[in-house]
T-cell receptor
Framework: DAGVIQSPRHEVTEMGQEVTLRCKPI?????LFWYRQTMMRGLELLIY????????DSGMPEDRFSAKMPNASFSTLKIQPSEPRDSAVYFC???????????FGSGTRLTVV | GNSVTQMEGPVTLSEEAFLTINCTYT??????LFWYVQYPGEGLQLLLK?????DKGSNKGFEATYRKETTSFHLEKGSVQVSDSAVYFC????????FGAGTRLTVKP
């Protein structure tokens, strides 16, 4: 298995632009998670899906952030419009049963200038 | 609520030294406990886990024992190597995964 695949690995964009981050979970996993990592706040859970349905989006910082999971093999996290304070590493993770652990992707490093 | 508190870093050790990174948790019920490792420029990797009290998780020379009486899951390794330099995260899962702040370990030759 190729693991959790995220794209792009790096994204540099100008303030105000729309940014879309992509994630392909491990085949057969039924839960998908989006995290944001910064030096100041560490790892923050933004949103998670179970069987493609958003379960908890209380970590999404504001309305500029949205996430979708149209099918079991694909999810997107969109920021519109982007701001410099959104600069961070965004991780996607998936699991079959959370109590056995999550598998993380390599992350997308987003820089908003 | 559910939360994890781990030892603040950074931790700097010489090669072959003994490592302990402390982790304590607060949770209702019976969570699973984990240690994840993050190497530079990479995502988090599951290092070891324990799903019930008194279980010992182990991998790559690292160990941690699920202690319900002290609500702890301390990470240990008897002899660290330079290649162990990374950030280590303690985590618990009780319906969702909660991570500690991470502890940066640097091992010097």
């Amino acid at each position: 298995d190729a693991g959790v695949i995220q794209s792009p690995r790096h994204e540099v964009t100008e303030m105000g632009q729309e940014v879309t981050l992509r994630c392909k979970p491990i085949s057969g996993h039924n839960s998908l998670f989006w995290y944001r990592q910064t030096m100041m706040r560490g790892l923050e859970l933004l949103i998670y899906f179970n069987n493609n349905v958003p379960i908890d989006d209380s970590g999404m910082p504001e309305d500029r952030f949205s996430a979708k999971m149209p099918n079991a093999s694909f999810s997107t996290l969109k920021i519109q419009p982007s701001e410099p304070r959104d600069s961070a590493v965004y991780f996607c993770a998936s699991s079959l049963e959370g109590r056995f652990g999550y598998t993380f992707g390599s992350g997308t490093r987003l820089t908003v200038v | 609520g559910n939360s994890v508190t781990q030892m603040e870093g950074p931790v700097t050790l010489s090669e072959e030294a003994f490592l302990t990174i402390n982790c304590t948790y607060t949770a209702t019920g019976y969570p699973s406990l984990f240690w994840y490792v993050q190497y530079p420029g990479e995502g988090l990797q599951l290092l070891l886990k324990a799903t019930k009290a008194d279980d010992k998780g182990s991998n790559k020379g690292f160990e941690a024992t699920y202690r319900k009486e002290t609500t702890s899951f301390h990470l240990e390794k008897g002899s660290v190597q330079v290649s162990d330099s990374a950030v280590y995260f303690c985590a618990l899962n009780n319906n969702d995964m909660r991570f500690g702040a991470g502890t940066r370990l640097t091992v010097k030759p």
